[in-house]
T-cell receptor, first 111, second 115 residues
């Protein structure tokens, strides 16, 4: 089983819709969870961090964490064409400084 | 505040040549990392430095060496480049306070081609 799994996509949504990106992880000891956005040809950019079960909202972005189900998701409300990018899920096991990344989900928002 | 900077941005090498990729951060972070990113493989950790004076191997360290020159700088060296090392290389740093200690911030990347 891969440590961090994401659907590679592409996920295509119309402008204004809600985009839902999902990530599962295998290590129950994981403690910190991150979402990065990566535009084509650019470096990953941290957009959300979540550390406890439940929802965390920041503007149009909501991260959701369910440790019992080993599942973390990112919702993007009112999706814009500028949100078109690859979204990377990353997990930290807490005992060291390293992050384990999923391979990313490509999101396309159609005008 | 430049964040994480990397040089060079692009590089073409011939097989067997050596080079050093430079990385610096101005966020006073303790930890620094080198990743490579290849199509279909995602981000893979090459080496990391948890704090000044320490370095450790990551997932794919073969063919690379690193130096944590000081708290700000962390370099990656390819001693004898191979075509399999053609990739995009990212440096990152982390070390904020509280829960944000593990939030990693990335440099712009170096696109390396080995012929």
């Amino acid at each position: 089983q891969k440590e961090v799994e994401q659907n590679s996509g592409p996920l295509s949504v119309p402008e204004g819709a809600i985009a839902s990106l999902n990530c599962t992880y295998s290590d129950r000891g994981s403690q910190s969870f991150f979402w990065y956005r990566q535009y084509s040809g650019k470096s990953p950019e941290l957009i959300m961090s979540i550390y406890s079960n439940g929802d965390k909202e920041d503007g149009r972005f909501t991260a959701q964490l369910n440790k019992a189900s080993q599942y973390v998701s990112l919702l993007i409300r009112d999706s814009q064409p500028s949100d078109s990018a690859t979204y990377l899920c990353a997990v930290n096991k807490g005992s060291n400084y390293k992050l384990t990344f999923g391979k990313g989900t490509l999101l396309t928002v159609n005008p | 505040n430049a964040g994480v900077t990397q040089t060079p941005k692009f590089q073409v090498l011939k097989t067997g040549q050596s080079m050093t990729l430079q990385c610096a951060q101005d966020m006073n972070h303790n930890s620094m990392y080198w990743y490579r990113q290849d199509p279909g493989m995602g981000l893979r950790l090459i080496y990391y430095s948890a704090s000044e004076g320490t370095t450790d191997k990551g997932e794919v360290p073969n063919g690379y060496n690193v130096s944590r020159l000081n708290k700000r700088e962390f370099s990656l060296r390819l001693e004898s480049a191979a075509p399999s090392q053609t990739s995009v290389y990212f440096c990152a740093s982390s070390g904020g306070t509280g829960n944000s200690y593990n939030e990693q911030f990335f440099g712009p990347g170096t696109r390396l081609t080995v012929l």
